[in-house]
């Protein structure tokens, strides 16, 4: 008679042990993306995107991840999103622009850094996407600090410019995405973009995690 209720407890501890395994990237998985590309960085509490790019969970005292932060703006006091920017001596419309830049059968690449962790209680990874000739950088995130926070979240350019986007990070259990506005890839699949995200407290004034798209030295990066 005890038989049948230990069997559903045993199947209830599996089913939470494997919630618990899931890489911060995947528990953001959702629909397939429409065409519609994004007119400007977002912070958005549902990932959008069915692909799942895989990384490598490392602690936040292994030390930054590699690739400075450039041009970081003050950030509205406004509501999540917050707004984002292209670095006005940046711009993309300047400088050569190549449509290379996907898998040679069409594919969105991804290519990831490790799923990085603060005491704090904010946990990030960060991409670097291309498809279609456009690349953007991508921050998954979770903040469980009871805090709004706030991301600078910098996309560096293989010409030397730079793309930014600065979204708000609401308190919460789930799984969100701050990126960046998509344009046009320059230096094709040779130059590689690096993606940079540094979490702070709501007023900007403690930095509490950085993550970058590099792999780590241990750890390796996807590219899908």
Known sequence: MERAPNL??????????????????????????SDRSAADGSASA??????????????????PAPGPSRGAHPVPRTGAPADSRTDPRTD???????DSGTAADGR???????????????????????EGGLTWGRTYYRNTSGKPLRAVLSLLRPDGRTVQAHCDLPA???????????????????????????????RGERKLLR????AAPDAGGSDQ
């Open 211 to 214: 993550s970058g798209s590099n």
């Open 46 to 63: 549902a990932h959008p995107d069915a692909d799942v790019p895989v990384g490598t969970r490392a602690s936040a005292a292994r030390g």
């Open 172 to 202: 919460g259990d789930e799984p969100a995405t701050c990126e960046t506005p998509r344009e046009a890839t320059v230096g094709g699949d040779r130059a590689p973009y690096t993606a940079v995200v540094e979490i702070a407290d709501a």
């Open 108 to 130: 969105r690449t991804t290519r990831c850094g490790p799923e990085l962790a603060a005491p704090e209680g904010v946990e990030a990874q960060t991409c670097v996407l291309t």
């Open 8 to 33: 559903r407890m045993i199947a209830l501890a599996s089913t939470v042990a494997l919630a618990v395994a899931l890489p911060l990237a995947a528990a953001t998985a959702g629909p397939a993306e």
């Open 92 to 98: 993309s419309r300047s400088g050569p622009r190549s």
